[in-house]
């Protein structure tokens, strides 16, 4: 069964880090690309970060420009596990995080095959 499971959110101050992780089962997992997504209440979902994985080795990693230089994008292949690094977080960070594999179009837009159930991660001014 493809499952996504998302953990580590929580409550941070401004200029804190968190990581959140995505944990899947093996035949998801194996999906090339994988992506973070965010929606904070009353607005519509947003891209996060994706990565394109082939051979073990991350071939591109792309960011939206509000987290670029602050979240990093990686995965454990031994877990079965992707992360999301998040430092210098903002109040405007507030949203809750889901991951996402195997995209149906562009990365960027949030029409995936598989998605998780989400992390709600709050950030305090």
């Known amino acids: 069964q493809v499952q996504l499971v998302e953990s580590g959110g929580g409550l941070v101050h401004a200029g804190g880090s968190l990581r959140v992780s995505c944990s899947a089962s093996e035949r998801t997992f194996s999906r090339s690309t994988m992506a973070w997504f965010r929606q904070a209440p009353g607005k519509e979902r947003e891209f996060v970060a994706a990565a394109y994985w082939s051979g073990g080795t991350t071939n591109y990693a792309v960011y939206a420009d509000s987290v670029k230089g602050r979240f990093t994008i990686s995965r454990d292949n031994a877990k079965n596990t992707m992360l999301l690094q998040m430092d210098s977080l903002r109040p405007e960070d507030t949203a809750v995080y889901y991951c996402?594999?195997?995209?149906?179009?562009?990365?960027?837009?949030?029409?995936?095959?598989?998605w998780g159930q989400g992390t709600q991660v709050t950030v305090s001014s």
């Open positions: 996402a594999a195997d995209p149906l179009g562009s990365y960027y837009y949030p029409q995936y095959q598989y």
